[in-house]
Each structure stands twice: as structure tokens, then as C-alpha cells.
């Protein structure tokens, strides 16, 4: 063995070693931690972070954060939890209709906290948790899969073709899976005929200058969304141990792998807890996986979209 | 009461008190997701809002959804409005979630607080064929309007606003895409005054 390769080596086996302490360290913390108090914490970043946009949701986030380092006994009040839940309820009552699917999400999880911690007995708030936990996952998966499976418009793949070239959130993705950028930008031009009240577009109708590529593309993003989707939902509705901890995997799969190009990171991060909720007790393992993923969550918030479509 | 009696509804009153606060917030949440979907079927709400987590679940959000505003004096001439500032853009936006007169009314009345006014040059509208290349013009010609600040308060609105609701579809198979007028909604000018 060259001097090179010992030292190579040496280096590699340093790194195994920090990471598998570290590993070990955070499957340690895991397993102190206290459930509902964990979960109490992590929701309410999840609240100042993911925030509503409005400005009664976020001074009551900021108030209850503040009184939280004060007083960190006040995450344990109801009184606590009441005062975000009114409010993300009242955010939501005045804007139902422009409010995205995972902010009624989070507003449930909102109250679920309330009525966790209305609780006296540790046991009662605990299975309160790990109910809802459940229930949510399988809603949101199920729902999801249901609506997708009955809409036309996804099942053909047109939906994440047609992302690929006009949504900003994607055309950097497709860039990437080799779709030229040259493609989107004609696509984007052709749909402003239709829009610009200076053109009329003969019989409404246009033939846009798709790439067989992004076809291929959309309909491998479309079923193995919806595959996922069916698979985590399902497989957590059996309640048993061996489906409950592939459910786990893929949950973390879907986390990790669908956030990189859908920035809905409040989604991320409250699939996150539920899923850390369901497995801390059973799973420790995964739940420090789970862990990690709030620190991948907010990584993913680098502008990567503007490095990549600079290139 | 007999005991046995008292002694069921003691069980009752405890299991309600246990799994009632459990099963509120599914209940609600499954109520809200079964309007989402009516609402999406028969009044056009977006599959992406209104809680029935219906994201990336369809190609009817705003990327699907267009519209054409128009401003038309009292002979039916129209003319398009150009340049939206931000405040009824939102708003538009925000209508096309869920394309009901109501939200266009309110994105027209913010379009009514402005002062429109017209270019010097009538502008030809092109005609565009499947291929997207001009093939020359239309009958129609159109003054475009864009907006000059606030209108003074005291100076009456005397026109209609007509807001043209589109919807695009693309077939992947023939790469064709279609837009389809679906509704178009007119504001009287009584309807938009404060």
C-alpha cells in the first residue's frame, strides 16, 4: 500500500468514524427525547418558520416563540396552542379559497396540539398525538392519491409535461434531466399568443414545441408520484409493525427526494413531524433519520434553481 | 335511572370525553376536503386549494387559467387593459382559483379605482396560426390602456369591465395546446363604484 493510499485510507476511516458517532450520538438524543414535547417544539417552528402569511398569524407566532424562550413551560399550556390554532383559523375562514392544501394542514396540526395538551394524563396527550399523526398521513396520501387518480389531466402526464416548460419551480429541474432550456422558453412564448389581448390564435389552438424528452420525463415523474403516493398511504393504514416501517422509508424517500424540486417546504417539514411522531417509539432509528430531514428541509431553500438555470 | 342505565351513560360520557377532542379535527378535516371536491367539480375551485390536498393533482392552476380584461365604454366598444399593477393582479390571480363573479367583482373594483388611459396608435391584433407564425390581422384593432395612478374620488366610473376567463389545456400526445373561453363575466358601472 502506497504512503498515498494509507493516508487515503486514514482519512476515510475518520470520517466512518465521526459519522457513526454522530449517527450514534443522534439515535441516542432521539431516544431521551420526550414525544409531545418534541413534537411541540418542532411544530412551533414549523409555525414562525412555514408561516402563514399574514400578519395576525405571524405577530401571535413571534409572541408565542418569544414567550417560549422566556418561559419554555408555556409550550406545555393549551392556552398556547388556542391562541395559534384562532389565529391560523381566522387566516384561513378570510382566505379559504387562495389558502394552499398544506396550510389547512397545519392549522389542523394546530389544533390537534391544542387538544393534546387540553389533556392531564401524559398518556392521553401522547395517544392523541400518535393518532392524528396517522390519520393525517394516510388523509393527506389517500386524498391526494384519489384526486390524482381521477383527474385526466395528471393521469395523461400532461400536467408535468406542462410544468416542465412553464413553471419556474421546474424548468431548472428539467434542465438538469437534459431537457434544453431552449425548449421552455418557446413554450413560454407560444402561450402568450393565447394570452395577449393583440393576437387571436386561429381556432385557439397552438402546437407547442415539445421535447419527447420532457413527455418521458413527465409521465416517469407522474406515476412514480402517484405509485408513492398510493404505496405510503396505504401501507400506514394496515397498522402493522414490518408496513408500518417500509411506510417509514418511503416516507422519508418522498421527503427527501420531492421537496428538492417542489418548494412547498412547510409540507416537507410537517410530513417530517408526523412521520418523527408515528416513529419515535417503535423506530428510533428512523426517527433520527427523520431528524435530519428538518435540517435537509431547510437546506433546500438554497437558490439552486437560479445556479442551475445560470449555468 | 336504573344503575345499570347510570352505568352506561357514565361509559358513554367517559368514552365521548376521551375520543371526542381525538376525532374533532379528522372530522373537520374530512368535511373540508369533501366541499374542496364538490366545489372542484361543479364551481371550478383549483384542486390546489381549498384543503382537499389535491396539489399537483391537475392542470387547473394558475398556469392553466388566463385571463383578458376589457374595458367597454356605452356603444360596446372595448378596449384592452394592459400593464395591471400588482393589487388587482393578486387579485386576479387569486380569482382564477376559484373563477366565481364574486372574486372578479372585487378584482374589477380595484381596476376601477385607477385611471386608465388609452395609447395614441391603434394596435392591430395579429392572427396567429397552429404553427405559430403571424398570418396577418384581424378585423379588430384596439387603443391599449394602461393605468395613469389613482382616479380622483369624485369623478364617476362610466364603464364596464369585462373579464374574459380562460382555460388552456395541452394534449401531450399531439403537443397541441387549446384555450377555451369559459365564461365572461361584465361589470356594469354601478356594480363597480365604492
Known sequence: MSAVDRERLFWL???????LSRGQALLDFVKELELVQMVSLLSLFLAVIFTFEHWLFEATARVCLLLFLLRPNSIRSPVFWLALSLSATFVIIHDWQAADNHKYLLLYWLWILFFCHLFGEPEQKRRTLIFNARFFLCFIFLAAAAQKLASPTYRSGEMFEYFLYVDSRFTAFGKLIGIDPTIPDAVQKSIG?????????????????????????????TWWDLSLQLLIGSLLFLRRPRTDKFAHILLLFFVFTTYLPAPVFGFGWILAIMGFTLAKENFPR????????FVVILLYQVPWREWVLAM | MS??????????????????PILCIP??????????VYLSNYRDLSTWKGGGMGMFAGADGSLNRYTKIFIADSHGKRQPLTQLPSEPTKLINRALNYPVRKNFLLAAKTIATLDWVAARQR???ALIDANRQTTGTAPESYYMMVPFGRRPREETWKWDIQIEYWRLSYNPVTKHAHAVLAETFVFGPEELRP
Not at chain 1, 476511516?13 to 459519522?19: A, D, H, I, R, Y
Not at chain 1, 394570452?195 to 418521458?216: C, E, K, M, W, Y
Request: charged residues 15%.
Open chain 2, 123 to 125: 394596435m392591430p391584433v
Open chain 1, 13 to 19: 476511516t475518520g470520517m466512518k468514524l465521526l459519522v
Open chain 2, 27 to 36: 372530522t373537520v378535516a374530512l368535511l373540508v376536503a369533501f366541499r374542496q
Open chain 2, 3 to 20: 344503575r345499570q342505565a347510570y352505568h352506561w351513560t357514565g361509559r358513554i360520557a367517559r368514552a365521548f370525553s376521551l375520543w371526542a
Open chain 1, 286 to 293: 428512523i426517527a433520527a433519520v427523520y431528524m435530519s430531514c
Open chain 1, 193 to 221: 399568443f393565447f394570452r395577449s389581448p393583440f393576437s387571436q390564435v386561429i381556432d385557439n389552438d397552438l402546437v407547442l414545441p415539445g421535447s419527447d424528452r420532457a413527455r418521458i420525463a413527465a409521465l416517469v415523474l
